[in-house]
């Protein structure tokens, strides 16, 4: 697949009762899970698919600005730069790098 970009997505996780709760601010979606691992991969999945509806539906470039949605078009290095992120007590915050197709 060859790669028309990059975006940085902030995730928000807290532990719940009986499990976990994540959130990915830009996109707005969010998922539950008994462990941080399947958390992780249901969020993913996720976000992918509200990428690809996006894309489908021709409207990510409006939707990219509307949210301030910052498409990288070089490379991610191997190290990102180190941002600074509120965190609240008793949540996680994260940042997942998601490619773009052409």
């Known amino acids: 697949m060859r790669a028309s970009g990059h975006i940085l997505l902030t995730i928000r996780i ?8 994540a ?9 539950c899970g008994d462990s941080l691992d399947g958390l992780m991969v ?13 894309e489908r539906n021709g ?5 990219f600005q509307k949210h301030g949605i910052r498409v990288i078009k070089r ?23 998601e490619t773009l197709p052409a």
Not at 23 to 31: M, N, P, R
């Open 23 to 31: 959130v990915c601010e830009e996109l707005g979606v969010s998922t």
């Open 59 to 63: 409207v990510r470039a409006s939707f």
């Open 42 to 54: 249901e969020l993913r999945d996720m976000v992918t698919q509200h990428l690809n509806s996006l």
């Open 75 to 97: 490379t991610p290095s191997a190290s990102p730069r180190s941002v600074q992120l509120p965190v609240r007590p008793g949540e996680m915050v994260t940042r997942m790098m």
């Open 14 to 21: 807290c532990r719940e009762d009986d499990g976990y709760s």
